[in-house]
Each structure stands twice: as structure tokens, then as C-alpha cells.
């Protein structure tokens, strides 16, 4: 049984994650965490810590974990420089799972993206467009960032392009344009697209709820809880997911 501390508890994933654990045999929450009763109160004697809250609240998680040597998979986005270099300088000690979404679909689109950019090389141009609810505040979305970043890697010299009303100018080889929409209650969705002479190829993955992103976190515990000490992400576990 993996004894789990929750922390962000009360927010809208928490509550998905606590109502998907307790339909699982294999995980028990043994401490639910939030503003009002903060990880710092929590029993030492966890197998893992799963982080859906906010970034500002890394120093206690991340403080914790490192005290007591425990497992840490952190699902809250939206980390600066600074506690990026935190976070590799805490998986040198204990193992740390981090991503840009805990969806296994959209880090398999990611997979797959970088796959079919490296087949295809420079003969097919590639955009990038998401589409998230009219509420959401970053754009883009840092799964978008985290798919080009995916196709750059195997294109070389890759330069992202945000908006192209400003320049009149064509299209050069190689950027990776990224575009965003805000719209009513999109939970989201991302399209990697690959246009060649005469034919598009498009890579598409649509979330139709927010369980996914919880099933997917309740994957990266299962996944992290035996690690030696190391940086992780969701690649890692849909390399070694059933």
C-alpha cells in the first residue's frame, strides 16, 4: 500500500486526485494538506508526496520531502528559474517527478511529435495551435511550450514564433509557430501540425476532463515511489506505463 500526502487538498485537482485514490487498492492518502493545515504537520512515514498546488508553496513541500527523504511528484506548474534550480538541486538527493501536465495523452502527443518531426525533417513546416477555457491566464500554454520544445529538440536552430500580425514577412524553414485560443469551457486541447507539399499531417489530443490529469499524477507515484534519487518527468513513465 503506498501511503500518499496530498498537498494542495481542498483545490479542484486535490479533490479529483483524493476521489480517484479511493477508488484505488494499491494507495491510501494518509495526510490531505492545504493552507490551513500545511504539509509541515504531516506524519514522516510516507511513501511519497504529490503536489497539486501552487508554485509558491515549493519551499515547504520541496523542505519537507528533503527532511524526511521522501518521494516527490510535483504536478503544480508555473515555477520560476530559481525554483527550477531548486528542484535538480533537491532530486540530487531525493527522486522528483516534474511535468509540464501529468496527462498521458498529451505526453504521449509529445512523444509522437518529436518522432514524426525527426522523420520528416525540414521538407514539412510546423504549427503549433491550443485551446483552453476563457479563463485561463498564461498563453501560451505551457504544455504548447513543452511540445515545441519536444519537436526543437530534434530540429535544429528551431525558433518559436508567437503571433504573426506584427511582421510582413513569409514564413522561414525553421520556426514552429504557436497559437492560442480562449474560449468558454475548453479544458484543453493541443495540435501539433505538419504541413508538406501537398499534405498536413496533424497530431491532435483533446481533454475532455480534468481526471485525466489526476490519473496520470496517481501513475507518476506509482512510478517514483522505488527511484533512487534523480529529476523525472511524465516521458519517463509513458515509456514504462501498461
Known amino acids: 500500500?503506498?501511503?500518499?500526502?496530498?498537498?494542495?487538498?481542498?483545490?479542484?485537482?486535490?479533490?479529483?486526485?483524493?476521489?480517484?485514490?479511493?477508488?484505488?487498492?494499491?494507495?491510501?492518502?494518509?495526510f490531505g494538506a492545504d493552507v490551513d493545515n500545511p504539509i509541515e504537520n504531516a506524519p514522516v512515514d510516507a511513501?511519497?508526496?504529490?503536489?497539486?498546488?501552487?508554485?509558491?508553496?515549493l519551499p515547504g513541500v520541496l523542505g519537507f520531502a528533503l527532511k524526511n527523504s521522501i518521494p516527490l511528484v510535483l504536478a503544480t506548474?508555473?515555477?520560476?528559474?530559481?525554483?527550477?534550480?531548486?528542484?535538480?538541486?533537491?532530486?540530487?538527493?531525493?527522486?522528483?517527478?516534474?511535468?509540464?501536465?501529468?496527462?498521458i495523452g498529451a505526453n504521449l502527443l509529445m512523444k509522437l511529435s518529436a518522432i514524426t518531426a525527426e522523420i520528416l525533417g525540414d521538407s514539412f513546416d510546423v504549427e503549433i495551435l491550443e485551446k483552453h477555457h476563457n479563463q485561463k491566464l498564461d498563453s501560451p500554454s505551457g504544455v504548447a511550450l513543452a511540445l515545441a520544445n519536444?519537436?526543437?529538440?530534434?530540429?535544429?536552430?528551431?525558433?518559436?514564433?508567437?503571433?504573426?500580425?506584427s511582421a510582413n514577412k513569409k514564413r522561414e524553414k525553421n520556426e514552429i509557430g504557436i497559437?492560442?485560443?480562449?474560449?468558454?469551457?475548453?479544458?484543453?486541447?493541443?495540435t501539433a501540425i505538419f504541413a508538406g507539399p501537398n499534405e498536413v499531417i496533424e497530431l491532435t489530443h483533446k481533454a475532455q476532463t480534468r481526471g485525466i490529469f489526476a490519473h496520470g499524477a496517481l501513475k507518476a507515484v506509482e512510478f517514483?515511489?522505488?527511484?533512487?534519487?534523480?529529476?523525472?518527468?511524465?516521458?519517463?513513465?509513458i515509456l514504462t506505463n501498461k
Not at 506548474?77 to 530559481?82: I, L, P, R, V
Not at 497559437?179 to 493541443?190: K, V
Not at 517514483?224 to 513513465?237: L, T, W
Open 1 to 30: 500500500m503506498i501511503k500518499l500526502i496530498l498537498n494542495g487538498a481542498n483545490g479542484k485537482m486535490g479533490q479529483t486526485v483524493a476521489s480517484l485514490v479511493a477508488e484505488q487498492e494499491n494507495m491510501e492518502i494518509i
Open 47 to 57: 511513501d511519497v508526496i504529490l503536489d497539486f498546488s501552487i508554485s509558491s508553496a
Open 77 to 103: 506548474t508555473g515555477y520560476t528559474e530559481k525554483q527550477i534550480e531548486q528542484i535538480e538541486k533537491a532530486s540530487k538527493v531525493i527522486p522528483i517527478l516534474r511535468s509540464a501536465t501529468m496527462s
Open 150 to 165: 519536444s519537436i526543437s529538440n530534434v530540429k535544429a536552430d528551431s525558433k518559436y514564433i508567437f503571433e504573426r500580425a
Open 179 to 190: 497559437a492560442s485560443i480562449r474560449g468558454g469551457s475548453i479544458i484543453g486541447e493541443h
Open 224 to 237: 517514483i515511489v522505488d527511484k533512487p534519487a534523480g529529476i523525472y518527468d511524465m516521458q519517463n513513465v
